[in-house]
């Protein structure tokens, strides 16, 4: 299993935005083992998660999907207007997918979930979405921004310029096409899912790679192998 992580503004900016994100959930659910994370709160992460979840269950009759929304287990400031809050600071389950409780603030849980995905799908954004990106890039993983959309995405908030840097294994046409805004949302999330397929495909190649050099260099798994050829 690939799992992506989705996140962004909680209200959207621009109503190409909203397009955009229903068509990256509806591309990445034909992705059949891709499972999507998301942060749990309205705009760019509940209308992501919320397309990926229906479309999966049309195309391969999954139910419940692999869609799962991370939240913190309490906050104590008001983010009613944000997410699904309760009058105590803490958070309800959405009413699609699966939803998680880790941490006792946004920045605890930002914390783990950089640490846990190798992929971050950035939409719009302020700096919450901003202080995210830069976990992932801190702990070598992967920001896809939706550049076209603005925010953190467009590296606003102090996020440093290698957040657009094209990653290794990536079309270069696949990359431009997210600061466009002269094509479709359909153009972008086809490029997305691109993306994303590319950089699975490098990393399995990286690690039979690693894992062939592991080997060679280890005289004691030579030794052995030799050995059961003989035998």
Known sequence: ???????????????????????????????????????????????????????????????????????????SQDQSMKARQNPDG???????????????????RDSVVARLFNYCIIIEGGPRSARIAEEFMWNDNIVIPIICTGGAAAGQFDLPPKIHDVPLGVHQDDWSTLVRRDVTAENIAESVKNIICSLVKCRSRKKMKDKHVSGFRNPKNRTNKMRTKQM
């Open 90 to 108: 803490t958070f309800q389950n959405l009413p699609f997918g699966h939803t998680l409780f880790i941490g006792d603030s946004f920045k605890e």
């Open 1 to 75: 299993k690939v799992l992506v992580y989705v996140a962004g503004s909680s209200k959207f900016f621009s109503p190409l935005s909203e397009a955009i994100c229903r068509a990256i959930g509806q591309s990445l659910a034909s992705i059949p083992f891709l499972v999507l994370v998301t942060g749990g709160v309205y705009g760019v992460a509940e209308t992501t998660g919320r397309t990926f979840c229906e479309e999966r269950e049309l195309l391969l009759k999954e139910k419940p999907a692999n869609l799962y929304h991370i939240l913190p287990r309490y906050v």
